[in-house]
């Protein structure tokens, strides 16, 4: 079996991307990408998985595929170095998936915690759409179509890794050794595992609201950091402060560097003395923001800057996505010819199934 490391990552084309998914993936991705350790990386538009459950929104997935491109772009993901595809281009992973479904159990997708969760948010509850309920399996095919060694994920996905093993150990113990079990890497920074809202709600999202996206002008990230959830009880400069569940300070742990502090705020030498005089009193909270939001900008304008001028030759990244798309169906073909002949189903590859029925009916 191909023991060589490649990389399978994707996100729903539901919106434009925002700074938990570069935190969480993107930076990564990008990272892992330009290192020289992984012989493929194959970066998935997901827009199959977002129909789920925007099935009747078709339009809104179809106008952001082009948007996550860009974002992949402007983040630094290069089409010379990495596959960068559309799901519902590669019907390879259909037939993938439909194969797997036979070796998953409902109670099973029942119990998986990640769709457990995402039913709760979209308040499914029975009318969850079959589509939807077997995302986990859909996911399986994605990983073991292009035989993925390493999914960079955040750890909410873990339930969702643990799935695609069970589905590749259960198909290799039936029909041979076939498909390759991935291996999850999670963000090496604690505080990008999972970065919350703007408002301090626990999860980053589109619909509630409180994301700071990729492409966000100066003054809409500037005016989103400055109106951040704090300590609702550090109402005056001189009050103590707490640290834990404090927005600002989630996200100083997750973009703050040493020199940081040399160019924007040279009182204190790293973010611990200021987390100390925060915690003590004597520090408000509009100067933990402007550091902040010093921060931000400086993280987030060359990405800015390199998506505007992106933006001027749309032609060009549909065209990358085109050529993407070619080399994935390649590659998810191929091992669908491995799944089918393992599964003992490429009936006009199999001479020796024909000779053997020949022999059967001739009598001989």
């Not at 191929?334 to 022999?359: P, S, W």
Request: aromatic share 8%; hydrophobic share 35%; net charge negative.
């Amino acid at each position: 079996m191909n023991k060589e490391k490649i990389i399978l990552t994707a996100d729903r084309p539901t919106g434009r991307l925002h700074i938990g998914h570069y935190v969480g993936s993107l930076k990564r991705r990008v990272e892992l990408q330009d290192s020289g350790c992984y012989k493929k990386v194959f970066i998935m538009v997901a827009d199959a998985q977002a129909l789920t459950d925007n099935a009747e929104n078709p339009e809104k997935v179809r106008q952001n595929v082009v948007e996550v491109a860009l974002d992949y772009l402007a983040c630094g993901l290069d089409p010379k170095k990495s596959v960068i595809f559309i799901q519902s281009q590669i019907p390879e992973l259909c037939e993938l998936a439909f194969y797997y479904m036979n070796l998953v159990t409902v109670s099973r997708l029942q119990r998986n915690p990640t769709v457990k969760t995402e039913i709760q948010i979209r308040n499914f509850e029975t009318s969850i759409p079959v589509g939807f309920f077997t995302y986990p399996i859909s996911q399986a095919s994605d990983i073991t179509a292009f035989k993925a060694t390493t999914v960079p994920v955040g750890e909410d996905q873990e339930p969702m890794l643990e799935q695609t093993r069970e589905i590749v150990r259960k198909f290799n113990s039936i029909y041979g050794e076939t498909l390759i079990e991935p291996e999850i890497l999670l963000p090496d920074n604690a505080a990008c595992l999972r970065l919350p809202g703007t408002d301090g709600k626990a999860k980053m999202s589109k619909s509630l609201n409180n994301c700071i996206y990729l492409s966000e002008t100066a003054e809409e990230l500037q005016k989103k950091v400055m109106s951040m959830y704090t300590d609702p009880n550090h109402l005056r400069v001189e009050d103590p402060g707490r640290i834990e569940g404090n927005t600002v300070f989630t996200y100083l742990d997750a973009f703050s560097k040493t020199e940081h502090f040399e160019r924007y705020l040279p009182e204190y030498a790293n973010l611990e003395e200021l987390k100390a005089h925060y915690q003590r009193g004597g520090l408000g909270d509009v100067k933990v923001k402007r550091f902040l939001n010093a921060i931000m900008q400086e993280e987030l304008e060359p990405i800015r800057n390199r998506r505007k001028e992106f933006e001027k030759d749309i032609p060009a990244v549909y065209d990358m996505l085109q050529k993407g798309c070619h080399t994935a169906r390649e590659t998810a073909a191929q091992t669908l010819d491995e799944v089918r002949k393992a599964m003992k189903i490429n009936y006009f590859d199999d001479l020796e199934l024909i000779r053997g029925q020949v022999q059967k009916f001739s009598g001989k």
